[in-house]
């Protein structure tokens, strides 16, 4: 039962990370019907660009960490401008593929500029784990997971809130509708990238802390898609809901079966990505979309 | 529009339908062949190995470019699929016994009803979705090669047979070269024929709109499903000549960014045209041939450059890539076109 449990726990960790990433897809998706695959590339950069701002230029941790995210903000920014602008009213293979030279470009940078190594933040969090009851949480999974479902009604409440947010559901909803009201749908669809890269960021300076900063903690993103899957790519809820799913299943895979068949952890997810797709398409929360020709 | 030579008049419809109209174009058509024929005789090894390299990447690209440009499927596991048909080869030579012009066949059926399974989710899925459940048959394929140990020997990869004939064996680049050309030659013309034929103009009408093509009587479950087939085909058939040319296999060769670099190739070639696999793989392969003599050249000097190779052919691929789809989307093969009709036209290009 102790070890269901640690099982159980450590799973919720791992998918409080691909719950942070699966919110970076949905942001992006809900407003510009765009899913970046590059969202693992850019969560590692965020882990980088923290490593070099705490690291390599000594500042102090807690300053590293929003500085890292207004530099994923901007980042965000500049992403949407460049490459993504000049694909609206593209094919999808078009989008797809842009989004797929930008993993490859990023991946490229993060190798020229740090190389294949392990790097480490410096320990600023205190080394004895937290302890509920029996259970002992490590601090920076404790910690990531508030910080998740903080980010998580952040988000919320943003959206159903503020005057931008509500921009933004208005062209998620209908772009023509929006626009003829006065919305404009480029800042839109800037603001969130914008936002979708801090997340990603974030998610990355935890998943970094928790392992290394090293180039491969990119692969989270791909694993994560299934996150969104199992929420619909709707749901901003859904997503956090839908990590957490696959991290304990994961976990418990690798638990269970991964004596038998090594490995088996690292393709769980996309197992049950397939079978997601073939059984209920849109996820849990999603909208089905019905289709005129 | 392709647009003939001046003064041709198409007066049958043999005429009409023919892909080699006039004297000139038979006449380019054997002289290039007959130096690609040649090309061994004055070529050195490595050019060789390079030509060999791009012939099989080409017919992989045809299948691609069936699936995706043709039919508008978008699938990044063809690599995997390639994989599917290196193994299915390497597999029957070496422990079944069979010879690889038998080989060779199977693992193009194999690799194609395979495709057919993993592809069944585009019966309901498309778009964004779709490319998810490829990236998963993507990511499935290679954990079986890579654990089922028995059969393909797991991470260690497995080593194959090269090609007899008789009491003639193909183990040298200039003996391959000429079954890589034979290959390359027939699927094109499969290709260029396929596309010509009903089959292609269902591909294209389920492209340019699924639903509207339904209502007009194409069947997409048989369609979709004989796109993957065909497009895993052409992976299984390249697969196969590429495990019989390296003679060692691991499921290290068959990943995710072999699986999106295919997708590069088309983008820059062109998608939706035969001769986009040409140029998208000969534009690929040629950069990076340079850009390795160019770090190897920059190593002489200093010695840390080699370090940064795979990097920068990662930033170069995502560069190239993202520039073509901003300022060229339609890929060389458009350009192509645009030049041969703008020297058709000359002087009077309106």
């Known amino acids: 039962m102790e070890f269901a449990t640690n099982l159980f726990v450590s799973g919720l960790t791992i998918g409080m990370v691909y719950g942070l990433v699966a919110l970076g897809f949905v942001l992006i998706y809900k407003a510009t019907g765009i899913l970046n695959v590059a969202q693992g590339e850019i969560l590692m950069f965020g882990a980088f660009i923290c490593y070099c701002l705490s690291v390599q230029l000594n500042l102090p941790f807690w300053l590293a960490i929003p500085l890292t995210l207004v530099f994923a903000f901007f980042l965000g920014f500049l992403i949407e401008r460049v490459f993504l602008r000049p694909m609206i009213g593209q094919s999808l293979l078009a989008v797809v593929m842009m989004t797929i030279g930008l993993i490859s470009i990023f991946k490229g940078v993060v190798l020229v500029i740090w190389g294949p190594v392990s790097l480490s933040y410096p320990p600023y969090l205190p080394k004895e784990p937290i302890h509920i009851g029996a259970l002992a949480i490590a601090q920076v999974n404790f910690w990531g997971f508030i910080i998740a479902i903080f980010w998580l009604f952040v988000c919320m409440s943003f959206f159903r809130y503020t005057k931008i947010g509500t921009a933004m559901r208005a062209v998620a909803d209908d772009q023509q509708a929006a626009q003829s009201v006065g919305v404009s749908i480029k800042r839109v669809f800037g603001m969130s990238w914008a936002i979708s ?30 996150a969104v899957l199992v929420g619909g790519l ?45 059984i209920k398409p849109y996820g849990l929360f999603g909208l089905k979309r019905i289709e005129r020709i | 529009m392709p647009y003939p030579p001046c003064g041709t008049f198409n007066e049958t419809y043999e005429q009409d339908a023919a892909i080699f109209r006039t004297k000139a174009h038979w006449v380019w058509l054997v002289s290039v062949i007959l130096f690609f024929l040649a090309f061994p005789i004055f070529a050195d090894e490595y050019l060789l190995s390079i030509a060999i390299l791009i012939y099989i990447y080409i017919i992989a690209a045809h299948g691609l470019n069936l699936l995706t440009g043709f039919a508008g499927l978008i699938s990044i596991a063809h690599s995997a699929f390639m994989g599917v048909g290196a193994y299915c080869s390497a597999i029957l030579v070496s422990n079944l016994g069979f010879s690889f012009w038998l080989a060779l066949p199977c693992s193009v059926i194999f690799a194609g009803l395979i495709g057919i399974i993993l592809g069944a989710p585009s019966l309901r899925l498309k778009g964004f979705y779709l490319v998810m459940a490829t990236l998963a048959a993507q990511f499935i394929i290679n954990f079986v090669i890579m654990r089922w140990k028995v059969l393909t020997g797991g991470v260690y990869g497995m080593s194959v047979p090269s090609i007899t004939l008789s009491n003639m064996e193909f183990d040298t680049n200039q003996s391959f070269y000429y079954i890589a050309f034979i290959v390359l030659i027939l699927s094109t013309y499969v290709a260029k024929n396929l596309v010509r034929t009903q089959v292609g103009r269902a591909f294209v009408a389920i492209r340019d709109n699924d639903l509207a093509a339904e209502v007009m009587g194409i069947s997409l479950t048989k369609y979709k499903l004989l796109s993957f087939a065909v497009g895993c085909g052409f992976a299984g058939a390249a697969g196969s000549l590429w495990g019989h040319w390296v003679r060692m296999i691991s499921p290290e060769h068959f990943t995710l960014m072999g699986s999106v670099w295919f997708l590069g190739y088309i983008i820059v070639g062109g998608l939706g045209s035969i001769l986009g696999p040409f140029f998208g793989v000969i534009f690929f392969t040629l950069t990076m041939e340079v850009l390795n003599s160019v770090f190897t ?43 041969k009709a703008s020297y058709r036209l000359y002087p009077f290009s309106y």
């Open chain 1, 197 to 226: 890269c801090s997340t990603a960021a974030m998610g990355g300076i935890i998943l970094a802390t928790m392992l290394s900063v090293i180039y491969t903690i990119a692969d989270v993103g791909l694993a994560s898609i299934s």
């Open chain 1, 234 to 278: 709707e749901s901003l809820g859904g997503s956090i809901l839908g990590g957490l799913i696959i991290g304990v299943i994961q976990s418990f895979c690798e638990g269970y079966l991964g004596e038998s068949i090594s490995g088996i952890g690292e393709i769980a997810p996309y197992v049950i990505l397939l079978l997601i797709l073939l």
């Open chain 2, 297 to 339: 050249g920059l190593s002489a000097s200093y010695p840390e450059a080699i370090g940064y190779i795979f990097a920068s052919r990662e930033i170069i691929f995502g560069l190239i890539v993202v520039l073509f789809l901003i300022f060229e989307p339609r890929g060389l093969a458009h350009r192509w076109e645009i030049i």
